[in-house]
Nanobody
């Protein structure tokens, strides 16, 4: 796995917005697909959104966030972003990103990943 650093989390009121960033090391970032994941207290980690490698023309979203979250990438900055709008208390979690050359692994085999960043805490509360 490529090493990543997540940032951008914080405390926000319901209905608010946050933009998470994930910066990766290495010079071959564009060849990696990426995913954002989250883990709420007492719950298992889950896939939130994914984006294909290179131009990122293919994206997927988990049902609870579809229409509210947008994943994007900037290969020149070795970065993947998660724009989160209309946040709800149930979005409260630690958010992680990860990369892999194979999109299938981002979607279906991420539970086998052994290297994760420190994550960034998102808390949605009034």
């Amino acid at each position: 796995q490529v090493q990543v650093v997540e940032s951008g989390g914080g405390l926000v009121q319901p209905g608010g917005s946050l933009r998470l960033s994930c910066v990766a090391s290495g010079s071959t970032f564009s060849t990696y697909a990426a995913g954002w994941y989250r883990q709420a207290p007492g719950k298992q980690r889950e896939l939130v959104a994914s984006i294909s490698r290179y131009s990122g023309g293919s994206t997927t979203y988990a049902a609870p966030v579809k229409g509210r979250f947008t994943i994007s990438r900037d290969n020149a900055k070795n970065s993947v972003y998660l724009q989160m709008n209309d946040l709800k208390p149930e979005d409260t979690a630690v958010y992680y990103c990860n990369l892999d050359p194979i999109l299938h692994r981002i979607l279906e085999e991420w539970n086998l990943f052994t290297s994760w960043g420190q994550g960034t805490q998102v808390t949605v509360s009034s």
